[in-house]
């Protein structure tokens, strides 16, 4: 089995929560889940639904879990994985997703990474094991191409208003992606690329109706535990915000959905 050694928690629901609503994402969240994994129970057939995961794999094991479950998803014929994005600094990050996907005999998928500064502090304690114990084809970010590069590309092959995309991390990559300009693989810039191909985001991220004034992580933090905000994240999200297509819908899961709903160490 895959080893990582640290219990799961709210969050671990939190992101499969916000993978499962990309597959019904009119629903609301508490009905998600249930309706999802019954379909899958039941093995109702249906399109696969195109999903792009950008999860910021390090820190907390909750993106395991989303993955795992995205791969169990697929399995079931309900999710097509077309791409893993890694939106941290973190070289081994994409080294933890190759792992996960070769587990599941699905090297092709492609990856890419965010190779900036930021997060390269923030190590999970299970991302170097995983990648030791499981290492797949790719063990750190000089393997594979940009984040935004793979997002152009697998964007640009898709039929229009096709792709859901799975944020469960920060939104680093899909601010690069929306400033992104044309390039060999679309004429199109990052803003009217999202536009043509994309169907919905799912976005774990955020607190409602309020966060209290301070930040959730996915949105402002990043940078360590006791930072009061990350200008890198707060400009990420801002930038999201101010540029996302009006007619391409967004999903909020917050920090409230699954905050409550705890398992693992937590219980004892």
């Not at 994985?81 to 998928?109: F, K």
């Not at 991302?127 to 964007?155: C, I």
């Amino acid at each position: 089995q895959i080893k990582a050694q640290i219990a799961f928690s709210h969050s671990f629901h939190l992101a499969a929560c916000c993978l499962l609503s990309a597959l019904h994402s009119a629903m609301a969240p508490q009905l998600l889940k249930a309706l999802a994994w019954a379909a899958a129970l039941q093995g109702v057939a249906a399109e696969p639904r195109r999903i792009i995961i950008d999860t910021d794999m390090s820190t907390d094991c909750d993106d395991v879990g989303a993955l795992c479950l995205a791969h169990a998803l697929a399995d079931r014929g309900l999710a097509r994985i077309l791409a893993v994005v890694h939106n941290t600094g973190l070289p081994s990050g994409v080294g933890a997703v190759s792992s996960i996907n070769h587990w599941y005999a699905r090297d092709d998928i492609p990856i890419g990474a965010f190779k900036g500064a930021f997060g390269r502090d923030l190590p999970g304690t299970y991302v170097a094991d995983l990648v030791a114990t499981l290492p797949g084809p790719v063990r750190n970010f000089d393997q594979v191409p940009e984040a935004v590069e793979v997002y152009r590309r697998v964007l640009s092959e898709q039929p229009d208003r096709s792709v859901t995309i799975v944020s469960i991390g920060f939104s680093t990559n899909l601010a690069n992606l929306l400033s992104s300009p044309p390039d060999a693989h679309s004429p199109l810039n990052g803003q009217a690329l999202v536009a043509a191909k994309v169907l919905s985001v799912a976005w774990m991220g955020g607190q409602y109706p309020t966060s209290g004034g301070g930040h959730e992580w996915n949105f402002g933090g990043g940078c360590n535990w006791s930072a009061p905000v990350c200008p890198t994240t707060r400009q990420a999200t801002a930038y999201f915000l101010e540029h996302w297509p009006a007619d391409v819908p967004i999903v909020f899961l917050g920090f409230e959905v699954g905050v409550k709903i705890l398992t693992g160490e937590p219980l004892v």
